[in-house]
C-alpha cells in the first residue's frame, strides 16, 4: 500500500537488538507493589479499600469517579498496608494504595472465557471501562472514552499503532509477536464497538521479520499492513494517522474528527482481555533497557511494581544516574527508583553519567535544523525564543500549541537548547492564560 | 553650474512645501496632559501597572481607564503629581518591598534531583515540582533577577534570590514571576520577618531544611501579638509587631528563621545561625 | 538530614542527542574548505600562505581579545573565527600585504561579527563585509591579481587581470568578448587563472561542498537555486548574443560564484530557516549576481548579492513561514 510521508522526523539511533527478539520474561513479584490512584488522564479514581484489608488479585481497589475516568485494581493478592502519597511518575506525591503481596496470587473470582460475538456494543464498553483499559502508549487516555464518539462524529477506519518508534523499546513489538492472536481478536472487537469498516496495521519498516509474520494473516483477515519508513516520529498519533490514510487531523481537533481511532498494541491486548476474559488491566509489557542496563529484557510486570525492583532484576553496571520512565526521546526523567510501573509505562531506561547529553545551551546559529526536523511544521527556535521572553501572544502566533513535544528539535540542535523545554512552558503559559481571561 | 543650483535649488522648496504639507496633514493630537504624565511616571516602563510601558499607562490615566495609583516604582511622589495633573483626589498607599521569605541555600535545603536544562525557575517546576524536596522554597535558578527592572534581585553564594532593599521599588514583578511564590511584597518599613515558605509539618521539614519554620509555636507563645501561624508556618503580623518582644523571639527561634534585614537584604542581629552551620557540614 | 544516594539527574526530554554540534560543523565546513586552500597554495605560492595564516590566526586572535575586552567567555574553540578567517582571506588576492589581510580579519571579526553579540546575531556573513569594506577602500589593492604560477612557490608575481574584469573591460571597449572568453575552456575549471584565493577552483570548492551536503552541514536548496539562477539567466543572455555575454559556464566557474554559492551564501546565521525561504534567497543572490556582473559597474557581483539578501533574510523569515501541519486553510502568521 501507499504510505504518505508526513514533514520533518529525525533518524535517532534504534538501539533495539538488545530486546527485540528476546521472549519476554514474567517479571517476580516485589516484596511492596504501589498503585497510583491516578493512571489515566481524567479523573482519578476514589480509594474503596483501606489500610489492613486483605485483598485478591483483581480486585477494585479504586473506583472511577466519572465518565472520563476508570477503576484502579489490585495487581496481586496481599495485604493493603497503607493509602498514601507516594512519588508518582508525573513527579509529585500523588494518593496510591500500598499493596504487600502474600504470594498465593489468587484472582478475585474465576472468569469464564467466553465470545464477544454474544455481548452488546454497551456491554463491551462497559466491560472495558471496568478493566480500567486505558492508552498504553504512554497518554493513558481511557479508552472507552475513546471509543465512544459524541453525536454527530463515527469512525470508519482503526489503526494499530505498533510504529514503537523510540529508541530502545521494543515492548509493543514482543506483545505483537507473542499475543498475536489477541491482537487480532481485539482488533475484531474494535471495528463492531466503534462500526469501523477499515483496519489497518501500521509499524516501521525496521520490523521485516513481523511485517512477514504478519502479511499472511492481515490478508486473511482483510486488514490493511502499512509498512512505514523508520523515521521519528512516525508513532505520533497524528503522523501515524497521515501516513496511513492520508488524512490530516485538524491542530486543535482530534483522530476521530476524521473518522479515525488510533490504539496501541498493548491497549488492543488488554481490550481483548478484558471483553473475552472480563480481565482488569493489572499487567503489561515493559522494556527493561538502556546503556546502564546489564541484561536488557521484556518483562511482563504487575501494574505498581517499583523501578528499583525492575532495575535490579536485570542489572544495573553502576548506580544509574538518569532512570527514564518510557523512550528517551518523549519519556520523563525520575527524581528517585521509587517509582511504580503504571499502565502508561512502555519502558524503564537507565543512563550511565557518560550517556547523558550535555546540556549547555549555545547560541542560535539559525541553522533551520528544528524547523527542517519539527514534524508539525512549526519553527521551533521562534517559539522557544518567544517563550524564553514571555512573548506568549507570539508563541502563541507562531502556533506554539500546535507542539506535541517530540522531541526532534531539541534532538538535532546543534547548539544544545532546550527548545522542547521553552516550547512546553510557553504551552502551559498560554493555557494558564486563557483559563484566566 | 547655474542651472545645476536653480535645479537643486527649486527641488529643494518642492521637498520642504510637500513635507510641511504632510507634516499638517498627518499630524497627530497629544493630549498635553499625557505629555505631562510621561515626565512624572518613573520611566522604567516596567509593566508593573498592567501595561506595556509607561506611555500606554499615560495613555488610559488621560482616557480615564485605569487608576492613577498603579505606579508602583514612583511611589508616593509620582502618584501626588499623576493626581495634581488629572485634578483627582487619591489616598496614598503605603510604599511596599519585595521579601524573599527562604534561607534554605544549597548548604541548607537538601536538593531531590541534579537538575540540568533551561537555567529558569518557572521551566524547573515544571519537571517533578522542582529540584528541591521543600516544595516552597526558593530555586535559586533567577527567573526574578532577569524579570527585574530595577537590578534589585540577585543570586548570593548560598544560591537564593536576594533583595536589595535598597533599589527594590515594590513593583510585584518578581511576585508574579516566582513559581513558588517564595517572594511578596511586605510593607517597606517592616524589617523583621519570619524567613520561610514553608507550611508542612515539623517531621518533614526537618527531613529537608536546616533552617525551615517547624510550626513549634515558640514565637507566638513569646510574643502573641507579633506573629501568627498559618497551618505549619508562623508569619509577622505587620503594622502589629512589638520589636522588643520580636528580639526575644527572634533568639529562641529553634532554626532562626526570624531575622531583622537592612538594606542590602542581609540580616543585621544574627549573621549565619551558628547551629545550622554546624548541621550543615557532613 | 540523614545521607542519601546520589541524586538522579533529571532534565527535560529529549534525553537524547543527535551528536552534531555547533563546533562540529564549523569544522567539517573548515575541512571542506582545505582542499581549495592548499589549491590556492599551489597556484600561488608562499604569498597565498602567508594572506591564509595572516587572516586565520587574526581572526581568532580578535576574537579573544574582543571577548576578553568586553568580559565575556571566550569561545573562539567553537572554530567560527577561525572559519570566517578563512573565508576572509579566500575573499583577497594573493598579493595582499600583511595588513590589509590583518585588517579584513578585524573588520570580519569586529565589525561584521561581535558588534552585533557574537555568533548567531550578526545579520550579515562577516567575511563579506570585510571584503566589501577593503574593496571600496582599498581598490587598487584588492584588484592586484597575480597569475598563477601553479607549483613555483618562490617565483616573482607577475600582474594580470581576472577573466571576469578582461570580459568586463573588453565589452566596453569594443562591444564584444575577447576570443578566449567567448570560447570557454576547461582550464578555467581547474582554477588556473588570477583572482582571489577562493575564486580559482571552482572544482575543488565544488566537491568540498558535495562533503559538506554529503555530511549534512549544507542543505541542497541554497547552492542549486543560486547557481540555478545564474545558469538560467546569464544563458538566456548568451543566447540573445554571444559575442557580447559570456557562456553561462563561464560564469558558474568564474570569479567567487562557487565560493559564494556553496560557502558564503549558505552561512547557517545570515541565511533564511525555511526550505522555501532558501529557495527564494537563492533565486535573489543569483539575480543580483547576474545583473551586477553583465550590467553593474564592478566585474564581480556575488559578495554584494550576498549581502543584498542577507540585509532580506529578516523578511523572508517573516514572510515565508511554513503552514503548520493540520491547517489546512491559509492561516495568520504574524
Known amino acids: 500500500m501507499i504510505c504518505r510521508s508526513f514533514p520533518g522526523g529525525t533518524h535517532p539511533p534504534g538501539h533495539k537488538t538488545a530486546t527485540a527478539h528476546a521472549p519476554s520474561l514474567i517479571c517476580p513479584l516485589p516484596a511492596e507493589l504501589v498503585i497510583p490512584l491516578a493512571q489515566h488522564v481524567g479523573a482519578p479514581a476514589l480509594p474503596c479499600v483501606t489500610a489492613g484489608q486483605q485483598v485478591a488479585r483483581g480486585q477494585v481497589v479504586g473506583r472511577a469517579d466519572g465518565f472520563v475516568s476508570v477503576p484502579v485494581h489490585a495487581s496481586t493478592s496481599g495485604l493493603i498496608t497503607a493509602v498514601e502519597p507516594r512519588p508518582h511518575p508525573c513527579g509529585a506525591e500523588l494518593p496510591a494504595v500500598v499493596l504487600q503481596p502474600d504470594g498465593e496470587d489468587a484472582w478475585a473470582e474465576e472468569y469464564q472465557k467466553q465470545s464477544f460475538h454474544v455481548l452488546s456494543v454497551e456491554a463491551m464498553l462497559e466491560r472495558i471501562r471496568e478493566a480500567g483499559v486505558v492508552g498504553m502508549g504512554g497518554a493513558a487516555f481511557p479508552t472507552h472514552v475513546k471509543l465512544d464518539p459524541p453525536q454527530g462524529k463515527s469512525i470508519d477506519t482503526v489503526i494499530i499503532n505498533a510504529v514503537e518508534c523510540?529508541?530502545?523499546?521494543?515492548?509493543?513489538?514482543?506483545?505483537?509477536?507473542?499475543?498475536?492472536?489477541?491482537?487480532?481478536?481485539?482488533?475484531?472487537?474494535?471495528?463492531?464497538?466503534?462500526?469501523?469498516?477499515?483496519?489497518?496495521?501500521?509499524?516501521?519498516?525496521?520490523?521485516?521479520?513481523?511485517?512477514?509474520?504478519?502479511?499472511?494473516?492481515?490478508?486473511?483477515?482483510?486488514?490493511?499492513?502499512?509498512?512505514?519508513?523508520?523515521?521519528?516520529?512516525?508513532?505520533?498519533?497524528?503522523?501515524?494517522?497521515?501516513?496511513?490514510?492520508?488524512?490530516r487531523v485538524p491542530a486543535r481537533g482530534l483522530p476521530m474528527d476524521v473518522g479515525v481511532l488510533v490504539q496501541n498494541v498493548g491497549t488492543i491486548a488488554a481490550l481483548t482481555d478484558a471483553v473475552t476474559r472480563g480481565r482488569p488491566l493489572i499487567e503489561r509489557m515493559v522494556t527493561i533497557s538502556g546503556p546502564g542496563v546489564i541484561r536488557p529484557q521484556n518483562l511482563r510486570v504487575r501494574i505498581g511494581t517499583p523501578v528499583a525492583h525492575l532495575l535490579k532484576q536485570c542489572g544495573v553496571t553502576e548506580e544509574p544516574a538518569m532512570v527514564i520512565l518510557g523512550g528517551p526521546m518523549m519519556g520523563v526523567a525520575q527524581h528517585t527508583q521509587a517509582i511504580p510501573v503504571v499502565r502508561g509505562t512502555s519502558g524503564v531506561l537507565a543512563f550511565r553519567r557518560q550517556d547523558v547529553p550535555i546540556t549547555t545551551a549555545g547560541p542560535c546559529v539559525r541553522c533551520g535544523r528544528c524547523v527542517a526536523a519539527c514534524p508539525m511544521r512549526l519553527q521551533p527556535t521562534f517559539i522557544a525564543d518567544y517563550a524564553r521572553r514571555d512573548e506568549l501572544d507570539l508563541a502563541e502566533r507562531f502556533a506554539a500549541r500546535n507542539c506535541i513535544e517530540c522531541g526532534s528539535c531539541?534532538?538535532?540542535?546543534?547548539?544544545?537548547?532546550?527548545?522542547?523545554?521553552?516550547?512546553?512552558?510557553?504551552?502551559?503559559?498560554?493555557?494558564?492564560?486563557?483559563?484566566?481571561? | 553650474m547655474m542651472a545645476a543650483m536653480i535645479c537643486l535649488g527649486s527641488l529643494g522648496c518642492v521637498a520642504a512645501l510637500l513635507l510641511a504639507m504632510a507634516a499638517r496633514r498627518f499630524a497627530v493630537t497629544i493630549d498635553p496632559r499625557q505629555v505631562a504624565l510621561m515626565e512624572v511616571l518613573a520611566g522604567a516602563n516596567c509593566g508593573a501597572c498592567g501595561f506595556p510601558g509607561c506611555d500606554a499607562y499615560a495613555r488610559a490615566l488621560v482616557a480615564g481607564t485605569a487608576k492613577p495609583d498603579l505606579c508602583r516604582p514612583g511611589g508616593a511622589e509620582t502618584l501626588k503629581r499623576i493626581a495634581a495633573i488629572l485634578g483627582v483626589e487619591v489616598t496614598e498607599r503605603p510604599p511596599q518591598i519585595a521579601v524573599m521569605y527562604c534561607q534554605g541555600g544549597l548548604q541548607q535545603a537538601r536538593p531531590k534531583y541534579d537538575y540540568q536544562g533551561l537555567q529558569d525557575c518557572r521551566a524547573a517546576q515544571k519537571l517533578a515540582r522542582g529540584p528541591k524536596l521543600c516544595p516552597a522554597g526558593c530555586l535559586g535558578l533567577g527567573s526574578c533577577v532577569q524579570k527585574c527592572p530595577f537590578g534589585a534581585l540577585s543570586i548570593d553564594a548560598r544560591g537564593l534570590a536576594m533583595v536589595d532593599r535598597g533599589r527594590c521599588t515594590g513593583c510585584g514583578l518578581c511576585v508574579a514571576i516566582c513559581p513558588r511564590q517564595v517572594l511578596a511584597l511586605a510593607p517597606a518599613t517592616e524589617s523583621i520577618h519570619v524567613l520561610c515558605n514553608n507550611r508542612e509539618s515539623a517531621a518533614r521539614v526537618k527531613s529537608y531544611c536546616n533552617v525551615g519554620c517547624l510550626g513549634c509555636r515558640l514565637c507566638v507563645r513569646t510574643a502573641p501579638e507579633s506573629?501568627?501561624?498559618?497551618?505549619?508556618?508562623?508569619?509577622?503580623?505587620?503594622?502589629?509587631?512589638?520589636?522588643?518582644?520580636?528580639?526575644?523571639?527572634?533568639?529562641r527561634c529553634p532554626h532562626h528563621c526570624i531575622l531583622n534585614l537592612d538594606e542590602q537584604g542581609n540580616d543585621q542581629i544574627l549573621p549565619t545561625p551558628p547551629s545550622a552551620r554546624e548541621r550543615s557540614t557532613p | 538530614m540523614e545521607p542519601r544516594t546520589p541524586l538522579l539527574i533529571v532534565s527535560p526530554s529529549p534525553h537524547l542527542h543527535a551528536g552534531l554540534t555547533t563546533s562540529g560543523m564549523?569544522?567539517?565546513?573548515?575541512?571542506?574548505?582545505?582542499?581549495?586552500?592548499?589549491?590556492?597554495?599551489?597556484?600561488?605560492?608562499?604569498?597565498?600562505?602567508?594572506v591564509l595564516l595572516v587572516c586565520v590566526l587574526g581572526s581568532v586572535a580578535i576574537e579573544a581579545l574582543w571577548q576578553k575586552a568586553t568580559?565575556?567567555?571566550?569561545?573562539?574553540?567553537?572554530?567560527?573565527?577561525?572559519?570566517?578567517?578563512?573565508?576572509?582571506?579566500?575573499?583577497?588576492?594573493?598579493?595582499?600585504?600583511?595588513?590589509?589581510s590583518l585588517l579584513g580579519a578585524t573588520l570580519a571579526i569586529v565589525v561584521g561579527k561581535q558588534v552585533f553579540g557574537g555568533l548567531g546575531h550578526n545579520p550579515f556573513n562577516p567575511a563579506l563585509v570585510a571584503r566589501i569594506v577593503l574593496l571600496i577602500s582599498f581598490p587598487s589593492a584588492m584588484t592586484h591579481w597575480t597569475a598563477p604560477q601553479p607549483g613555483r612557490f618562490l617565483a616573482d608575481a607577475i600582474t594580470a587581470a581576472t577573466p571576469l574584469s578582461e570580459s568586463q573591460s573588453a565589452v566596453m571597449l569594443s562591444?564584444?568578448?575577447?576570443?578566449?572568453i567567448s570560447e570557454f575552456s576547461a582550464r578555467y575549471l581547474l582554477g588556473s587563472m588570477p583572482g582571489c584565493l577562493g575564486e580559482v577552483s571552482a572544482l575543488v570548492l565544488f566537491l568540498g561542498a558535495l562533503f559538506l551536503l554529503w555530511r549534512g552541514v549544507i542543505s541542497w536548496h541554497i547552492p542549486v537555486s543560486y547557481l540555478g539562477t545564474v545558469t538560467l539567466l546569464s544563458g538566456i543572455f548568451w543566447l540573445m548574443d554571444p559575442g557580447r555575454y559570456p557562456h553561462p559556464m563561464f560564469h558558474l566557474v568564474s570569479g567567487g560564484l562557487m565560493l559564494g554559492a556553496c560557502y558564503m551564501a549558505t552561512d547557517l546565521v545570515t541565511s533564511p530557516l525555511t526550505t522555501r525561504g532558501m529557495l527564494l534567497f537563492g533565486c535573489g543572490c543569483g539575480l543580483f549576481t547576474v545583473l551586477i556582473r553583465l550590467f553593474g559597474s564592478y566585474p564581480e557581483g556575488v559578495a554584494f548579492s550576498i549581502l543584498l539578501m542577507n540585509a532580506v533574510t529578516p523578511l523572508i523569515d517573516r514572510y515565508v513561514v511554513p503552514r503548520p501541519f493540520g491547517m489546512d486553510r491559509g492561516r495568520e502568521l504574524i
Not at chain 3, 568580559?71 to 595582499?96: E, H, K, M, W, Y
Request: proline letters at 7%; charged letters at 20%.
Open chain 1, 166 to 247: 523510540e529508541p530502545w523499546l521494543t515492548a509493543d513489538r514482543r506483545v505483537l509477536l507473542e499475543q498475536m492472536e489477541k491482537v487480532f481478536t481485539g482488533l475484531e472487537i474494535l471495528k463492531e464497538v466503534s462500526g469501523a469498516g477499515h483496519a489497518y496495521i501500521g509499524l516501521e519498516d525496521n520490523q521485516p521479520d513481523v511485517a512477514a509474520l504478519l502479511a499472511p494473516h492481515c490478508q486473511k483477515r482483510d486488514i490493511g499492513l502499512a509498512v512505514l519508513p523508520t523515521r521519528y516520529p512516525q508513532g505520533a498519533e497524528r503522523q501515524l494517522i497521515y501516513a496511513v490514510t492520508g488524512r
Open chain 3, 26 to 50: 564549523m569544522g567539517t565546513v573548515l575541512l571542506a574548505l582545505l582542499p581549495a586552500a592548499a589549491t590556492a597554495i599551489y597556484l600561488f605560492g608562499l604569498p597565498a600562505l602567508r
Open chain 3, 71 to 100: 568580559d565575556q567567555p571566550i569561545t573562539v574553540r567553537d572554530g567560527s573565527a577561525a572559519l570566517t578567517g578563512l573565508l576572509v582571506a579566500f575573499n583577497l588576492p594573493a598579493s595582499s600585504p600583511w595588513w590589509l
Open chain 3, 175 to 180: 562591444g564584444h568578448l575577447p576570443q578566449h
Open chain 2, 227 to 251: 506573629f501568627v501561624m498559618d497551618s505549619f508556618l508562623a508569619q509577622v503580623r505587620y503594622g502589629r509587631g512589638q520589636p522588643a518582644v520580636m528580639a526575644e523571639a527572634m533568639e
Open chain 1, 410 to 437: 531539541s534532538f538535532i540542535c546543534p547548539a544544545n537548547i532546550p527548545l522542547v523545554q521553552s516550547i512546553r512552558y510557553a504551552k502551559g503559559a498560554i493555557l494558564a492564560r486563557r483559563r484566566r481571561m
